[in-house]
């Protein structure tokens, strides 16, 4: 974001601009990242190049939790300055890794949708997918939620915000999960038709002109 700052006395002031709430975990919040090269001002930067004066702002917590997101929805909520155009939901991931029963990933998610649609705001619901190691069962009940709730809160569903970094060792960091910033790149490239969608949907007045 630290790009935009030269070029603030041309674009408008940013408190008019619409805001894109990035509410996740690690891949969302840029881990071991330079804040520059995160998943919110990567995303940020490309809508901008395409013509969409926006602001992405980054609700991204490492470690966080479908819990932990639901929990700390309305400090962040009521901590911003205007209502988002969209909201970005990114969560689950650490569920899936720590072995959380998926029931509770999907009461999580279910609250935190509700929440956003009883406010009016947008989602994007960027989903996960389990490991094979957890078993059929395990895998089948994660890898149904996101789809299900989607459908149930009428959010735009992307259905997997790794798609095309996961398991590619070139776009990850050396830890082999979280990705790099060519990786980053990657994922915002595939999502942008998705975001940019779910914009033009919610007639987000995010358009430059002249």
Do not use: C
Not at 110 to 132: H, N, Q, T, Y
Not at 192 to 209: D, H, S, Y
């Amino acid at each position: 974001m630290g790009l935009a700052l030269p070029a603030a006395a041309q674009q408008p002031s940013p408190a008019a601009e619409p805001v894109i709430l990035a509410l996740g975990d690690s891949l969302t919040a840029g881990y071991q990242l330079p804040s520059q090269d995160g998943f919110t001002a990567q995303l940020e930067r490309a809508l901008r190049a395409r013509g969409r004066a926006v602001r992405v702002h980054n609700a991204g917590v490492s470690g966080d939790t479908s819990s932990g997101g639901r929990q700390r929805l309305q400090w962040v909520l009521n901590g911003l300055k205007q209502k988002p155009a969209l909201a970005i939901v990114e969560l689950g991931a650490n569920d899936m890794l720590r072995g959380i029963d998926p029931s509770v990933t999907r009461a999580n998610l279910d609250a935190i949708l509700a929440e956003f649609r009883k406010r009016g705001i947008p989602v994007v619901l960027a989903g996960m997918f389990s490991s094979p190691t957890l078993g059929v069962d395990y895998v089948d009940r994660f890898n149904r939620l996101y789809p299900d709730l989607a459908k149930k809160h009428g959010a735009t569903l992307y259905p997997f915000f790794l798609k095309g970094v996961a398991f590619n060792p070139p776009l990850l960091l050396p830890d082999g999960l979280h990705p790099n910033a060519r990786g980053v790149d990657v994922i915002v490239r595939n999502m942008l038709p998705t975001i940019e969608g779910a914009l033009t949907k919610a007639n987000a007045p995010a358009v430059r002109r002249g």
